[in-house]
Every structure is written in structure tokens, then in C-alpha cells.
């Protein structure tokens, strides 16, 4: 079960310690070139409450890796022993050289710290759909469905399951001439009754909303892609994922909420099905400054073609891609550098030297 969903236990670095609301700091010791060296939560945190000490050192990895350049936490203190076997059970923590180590693409897919329940291993069962056979959908998710701390916003950004609830401000949003204009779905308040009940009814879509410090500000489809429209225009994987968007709130625009809330979603969705390999999308050809985005965060373009409707570019997210780039930290690129700390060069190091 997930140990940390309290906005409270919020951890940051300073210089060389990671300060962690009012329980005692964590010492850090930085060799260079992204290795750090973390201390352990003190054994009183320990023996009172190993939940809440687990949780105080996965808000600590998150703060060390979730903003800026390649990281690796060293766990070599033995006051770390009594968190080992079940850091390394779920590959929060790797062996590298047999000591044991956070790495972000490792850690950022362990969706203890950001998911308020662990994503169950629902069965593959197969079934005909409209574009050949998808699996069976697992029930829909309801409530809260991810939280996390964005440090250059200094705030929360999360996603709930949006319900008949959220009526008023979707018609709102839709209602907006600026959001109309991509959207194509203004109408009366009945009309997008209807079409919430449908979407909420629909086992092959998700409607979420997207909150700020518990300000709503978006509204994302998200969507099984094999039983999607989208699944007539490429062989997709069973369990590869697409979405729409719509930023209903003005103000909340611009790079820095985009490098926030376009991470943070595609987060959540490789994290509520660990089977998902790939997030599609399928954004007019024509909207270049929404193509730009999709590059800055890791969509590749792979062609164009047409709906009815429209003239579509087909992008992609891959897994792997998301998670050894560390998308969501808004890390420097097109340096043309190999990585320092990917496993894979760790793992063989020496090997050919």
C-alpha cells in the first residue's frame, strides 16, 4: 500500500541535507558527477512508525531526482538496513558495484509516492472490439488518482476521476471560445450531460481532472487505444494508451505548467498500468506550438494522416524513453552526451575497458 499521501510530507533539499517538514533532516554527501550519498531516517522514526519512516525516505529520493540534472543515491549507511529487503523487492533500490542504489528510472516507476492505491495486476483477458481484439478493461478508477509536488511551481499538481459532479466547470471550460476552437464540443448543459455520462459509462475512457493546489484547471481523456478510433490508424500494443486535453483556466499556461502537468499525466498513466509501453497521441498536423510541446516531452512524430475531421500528426511516448531521460525532472537536452548514470552503462562497467 502506498505510504505517503499526506501533502504535508513534503521534502526539499538544502545544501547538504534533505529537510523533511519537522522530522529530523537527512544528511547528503555529493562526490560529483550526480552520486549522492543519503543518510537513513533516524532509528526513532524507525521504531515508532516504519510506514511513516519509509515514507520520509521516499519523499527524500523524490526531492533529490525530481528537478534538474542525472542523480544516483548511494544507501550505504547501516542505519539503511531495516529498509533494504523491501526497497529492493520493488527496485526502489538496485544493486550497482553490491551497493545499493536509487536511480530515477528505477525509482519514478515504483508508484508507491505518487498513486493513493497500488495499480492491482488485473488478468488479460481477450475480447473482440471494433479494430480487432483488446483485452478486458479492469473497473474504472475513482477519487483521487496521483499526486505530486512540482518544485519550480511549488505546488501540487494531482488527477481525480472526474464525476457528474465536475458538470458545471466542463461546460465552462467547454463553453470558452479559446477552448471551443480546438475542441469542437460547446453546447448546452444537457449536451455535455450527455456526453459526460457517456465518457464516464465508456470502459475504454477515463475522464480526469487536473488540479493545481486543489484549483481544477484541465480536463484529459485518456483512452485504450486498441478500441479507440486511433486504433484504425496503427497496430497498437494492448495496453498502449492516447489522450486528449483542454487547459480550462487561462492563467495556468505557458512552459512551466506544461513541463508540469504533461509529465505528470503521462506519469500516471505508465504507473496505473505497469503493461502500458507506449502513449499515443494524435494532435492536428496544423497545431504547431502543441507538436512543439509534445518534442519538448518526449513525443516522437511518426507520420501524419486523416481522420474525418481532421489531418492528424500520430506521435509517441515510449516507457523506456520517459523514464531513463527523466522527462519529468525538465532535464537539460541536446547535448548530444551519452548518459552518466543509465543502468545500463553501470551494470557493465569495466566490462570493456
Known amino acids: 500500500m502506498p505510504l505517503d499521501m499526506t501533502p504535508n510530507l513534503l521534502a526539499r533539499r538544502q545544501g547538504n541535507q534533505v529537510v523533511i517538514g519537522h522530522h529530523a533532516p537527512l544528511d547528503l554527501t555529493d562526490s ?11 532509528v526513532a522514526d524507525t521504531e515508532a512508525d516504519p510506514d511513516l519512516a519509509m515514507a520520509i525516505a521516499l519523499a527524500a529520493f523524490e526531492a533529490l531526482t525530481n528537478h534538474g540534472g542525472e542523480t544516483a543515491i548511494r544507501l550505504t549507511a547501516p542505519e539503511w538496513r531495516p529498509f533494504l529487503p523491501a526497497l529492493l523487492a520493488k527496485g526502489t533500490a538496485i544493486l550497482i558495484d553490491g551497493l545499493p542504489t536509487v536511480l530515477p528510472a528505477a525509482l519514478w516507476q515504483v508508484p508507491d509516492r505518487w498513486l493513493p492505491s497500488m495499480p492491482m495486476p488485473y488478468p488479460t483477458i481477450w475480447r473482440s472490439g471494433p479494430h480487432g481484439r483488446h483485452p478486458l478493461r479492469p473497473p474504472q478508477p475513482e477519487g483521487v488518482l496521483y499526486r505530486r509536488y512540482i518544485p519550480w511551481l511549488d505546488g501540487w499538481f494531482s488527477l481525480r476521476a472526474m464525476t457528474m459532479n465536475d458538470l458545471p466547470t466542463f461546460h465552462r471550460w467547454q463553453n470558452d471560445p479559446r477552448v471551443a476552437e480546438f475542441f469542437e464540443e460547446s453546447g448546452s448543459l444537457d449536451a455535455h450531460r450527455a456526453y459526460l455520462s457517456r465518457l464516464i459509462a465508456d470502459p475504454h475512457i477515463l475522464p480526469v481532472i487536473g488540479s493545481l493546489n486543489d484549483r481544477d484547471f484541465a480536463y484529459f481523456e485518456l483512452y485504450w487505444a486498441r478500441e479507440n478510433r486511433l486504433g484504425a490508424q496503427y497496430d497498437a500494443g494492448p495496453w498502449d494508451r492516447g489522450w486528449h486535453v483542454l487547459i480550462g483556466e487561462e492563467d495556468i499556461r505557458g512552459a512551466d505548467y506544461v513541463t508540469a502537468w504533461m509529465p505528470s499525466l503521462m506519469h500516471y498513466m505508465f504507473l496505473a498500468e505497469p503493461r502500458t509501453q507506449s502513449i499515443m497521441g494524435e494532435p492536428k498536423a496544423s497545431h504547431v506550438k502543441q507538436l512543439k510541446n509534445l518534442s519538448q516531452c518526449g513525443f516522437a512524430h511518426l507520420r501524419e494522416f486523416d481522420f474525418a475531421h481532421k489531418r492528424a500528426s500520430l506521435v509517441r511516448l515510449e516507457r523506456q524513453h520517459f523514464f531513463e531521460t ?11 552526451k551519452p548518459l552518466n548514470l543509465s543502468l545500463n552503462r553501470l551494470l557493465t562497467k569495466g566490462e570493456s575497458e
Do not use: V
Open 32 to 42: 560529483g558527477d550526480g552520486w549522492l550519498t543519503l543518510s537513513a531516517p533516524q
Open 326 to 336: 527523466r522527462i519529468w525532472a525538465r532535464p537539460e537536452t541536446g547535448s548530444g
